[in-house]
């Protein structure tokens, strides 16, 4: 029987550098792999990893700013959402809590320095 299981998950970037620079304020974890222009991923641990891909350098298909949405956890939402306030980067809505959920989750919704939407998620499920 085949095994499926979750390896990465990647976003189209335009200017490689700034894009590092941001995940690696936002992740605090440098860069694990890069190849020049085209590609940089973080190892997030489990397994997994985060990656960047810069689809104009490949001659891709792929779009900038796509519907799929990653969502990071933080133990310090406040925190997270100060640092991501100072980068520059678009706040799309700001902190919330979730009244619809049957544990506690605050969340905040912004744009990483690319255009791409990233959901950063503080939650209890104990």
Request: hydrophobic residues 35%.
């Amino acid at each position: 029987m085949s095994k499926v299981f979750f390896d990465h998950v990647y976003v189209s970037v335009q200017n490689m550098d700034r894009a590092i620079n941001f995940y690696e304020t936002l992740l605090d974890k440098k860069v694990t792999h890069r190849e020049e222009n085209t590609w940089a991923d973080f190892d997030i641990g489990q397994g997994c990893y985060f990656g960047l891909i810069n689809p104009d350098l490949i001659g891709n298909k792929r779009k900038i700013g796509n519907s799929s949405i990653p969502v990071f956890a933080t133990d310090n939402i406040d925190d997270v959402y100060k640092k991501i306030e100072s980068s520059g980067a678009k706040i799309i809505h700001s902190i919330e809590t979730l009244d619809y959920t049957d544990y506690f989750y605050r969340v905040f919704l912004c744009e990483d320095t690319e255009g791409n939407l990233i959901e950063i998620a503080q939650y209890d499920k104990s």
